[in-house]
């Protein structure tokens, strides 16, 4: 329950999925004062969301430093390997490279690369952690309508009349971010043409905690492991054939899958509904405003590849939460112009850095040119045989580098 009188905060959080309520506990831990402006309704019944997310070690660290991660072990699978492999028809055989945990160079030489985790868990485990702290105002359900704003605060104005003044109003809702489009911020990008398929999968061979990425001419397909030797993957076709193989009797779609892929990961039965999504490339052109911040997919939407959607909105987490905890420190402004200049330098190049790299590997690998197989091959046979080379990617994959924007690395 809610009055409709101002409330006063530290900062206000738009959207309470992963990224928006992982800032909040983050920040709450710092003692700041939060609202988490959530548009879900506790009293209505949840979708089912079949979502599967694989979360990299350094992501994985944020979650425990939040006390989230303890409820989600029995449900996660270990990332024990991640493996690409060329396809296509030009050039000798199908070159290939299989990163392991072992390149991650952890003081714990059991640590994995990452953690499988369904995406209900995940949401009731964060859930749960903001409902116990006391630092967060929890407005549900809720949802954004306006911000006024000017160099002390924002004001922000929700749809039910309830106004909240905040020095800092963090954008954590989505791709079609209400909060970018109120203070003006445009985004620049590209729609592949191309949709994903995706369903779970119970393999008939051992995965060993293997997440495997077969590049094909008409994109990668990537099964990702979970738990009781199932899998969850990724099919890039295009666009409108992934919703027309979603839409199949089971059984037909299941036969089309086999038909093309049981020979890199053996036959494979679906388990429960398959789903499609469009495969599109968006950025933001900033991702800092006047008392404004943008994370996760109001700042960047990138290629699916290697799973680093979710990772890269953890990694805004992080960045944002260290930023902040320095400014306290230093009886600096929450939300004021250096604060917002220093996580704009940590993560807006990193972040559209990391959203071109995909976009380039995606059209490298996405052909079945004779020009192009080579120089794939060489790049997959360095990475495979250079030590260096294959500790430095399985580090970056896994956001545990040294120098990472953010305190990740430390956790």
Known sequence: M?????????????????????LALGLANLGLKIALVDARDPAASAKPDGRNF??????????RSLGVTETLTETSQPLNGLEAVDGGTH????????????????????????????????????????????????????LFDRVERDAYQATVYLADGTTVQTRLLVGA????????????????????????????????????????QLFTPEGPFATLPLTGNRANLAWYMQRGAAATLAKLPIEDAEAELNARFSEFAGPMKIEGAAGSYPLILQL??????????????AARRVNPLAGQGLNQGFRDVAALIEIAEETLHLGGDIGGPMMLQSFSQARRFDGAGTALALDAIDRLFSNDSMLTKPLRSLGLLAASKISPLRRYLAQKASATENGVAGPMSDW
């Not at 694989?54 to 979650?63: C, D, F, Q």
């Not at 970018?180 to 398929?197: H, M, N, P």
């Open 2 to 22: 809610r009055s409709m009188t101002d409330r006063i905060f530290d900062i206000a959080i738009i959207g309470a999925g992963p990224t928006g309520a992982s």
């Open 54 to 63: 694989a979360i990299v070690t350094g992501s994985w660290r944020l979650l």
């Open 91 to 142: 050039y000798f055989g199908h070159p290939s490279v299989l990163f392991e945990k072992t390149d991650l160079d952890s003081p714990d030489p059991d640590e994995p690369l990452g953690q499988m985790i369904m995406a209900e868990p995940l949401q009731a485990a964060l859930d749960a952690a903001v409902a116990a702290n006391g630092e967060i105002t929890h407005f549900s359900p809720a």
């Open 173 to 212: 809702d989505g791709m079609r971010s209400p909060v970018r489009e109120a203070v003006g911020i445009e985004t620049e990008g590209r729609d592949y043409q191309k949709s994903v398929f995706t369903a779970n999968v119970l393999l008939s061979e051992p995965h060993h905690g293997i997440a495997r």
């Open 284 to 297: 933001a052109t900033e991702i800092t405003s006047q008392r404004t911040a943008l994370i996760g997919d």
